[in-house]
Structure formats: structure tokens, C-alpha cells
């Protein structure tokens, strides 16, 4: 559903999924290229009528969250950008995150190294 929606819909969605909640001036600010604030507002009424938000009075206005748990929509992004940037090899992609520069704690090195064992002794 979510690689359907237009692109700035999933922009708006995307960016409240990362905020995990947020009023609509948070979603605003939030956004790499803003919208107007009206422009926001509709563009999160439309999720709600497609039922990927919910909205619920808060003490600053309402508050938007995904309905969607946030776990399957980063898959979801994470698989379009695997087959986009990286010809759809996870390998590749998770070869350039870590050659980015950033040390890995002791604990995700051995998260990743679990990981890789079980994908490697996966059958196809």
C-alpha cells in the first residue's frame, strides 16, 4: 500500500513514522522540503482516510501516528532502496551502510554476524 501512495503522501508518512507521532506543524517541520501547513493537514487527512494514520486529541491539536507498526514500513523502505540503489542486493547495500565510517559496539557486530549465519543457511 505504501509504495502506491504519490510521493509526497509517503513523504509525509514516512516522515511521521520516523517521528513515531507528531501534531501536524511537527510533521511540517520535520520535512526536508516543507509544505504548507494546510498542505500537511490534507495530505494527513488522506492517510487517515486510507487508514495508515490516526488521529487523536491532544493538549497542542490533534496527533498523528502510523497505524502501521513502524518495524514493517522501514522494511518496506528499506527493500525499495536495496532494489533502487543496489540492483536489489542487500549485500551491496549493507556493505556501503558500513563502510560510512561508524564504529559498531561489540553487540551489533555480534547481531550482524548472527544475522549472516542464519541468511547464508537459509535455503532459497
Do not use: H
Request: aromatic residues 4%.
Amino acid at each position: 500500500m505504501i509504495e502506491s501512495l504519490p510521493r509526497r503522501e509517503r513523504e509525509v508518512f514516512e516522515t511521521l513514522c520516523r517521528l513515531e507521532a507528531g501534531t501536524a506543524a511537527g510533521v511540517r517541520a520535520a520535512l526536508s522540503d516543507p509544505l504548507s501547513d494546510s498542505a500537511v493537514r490534507t495530505l494527513l487527512s488522506r492517510l487517515e482516510a486510507k487508514d495508515l494514520v490516526e488521529r487523536t486529541p491532544g493538549p497542542d491539536g490533534f496527533l498523528y501516528s502510523p497505524v502501521q507498526r513502524t518495524e514493517a514500513v522501514a522494511a518496506g523502505a528499506l527493500r525499495r532502496m536495496i532494489d533502487t540503489f543496489f540492483a536489489g542486493s542487500a549485500a551491496s547495500a549493507a556493505t556501503a551502510l558500513l563502510g560510512l565510517g561508524q564504529r559498531l559496539t561489540p553487540e551489533e557486530a555480534a547481531a550482524l554476524e548472527r544475522m549472516i549465519d542464519q541468511a547464508v543457511e537459509r535455503k532459497p
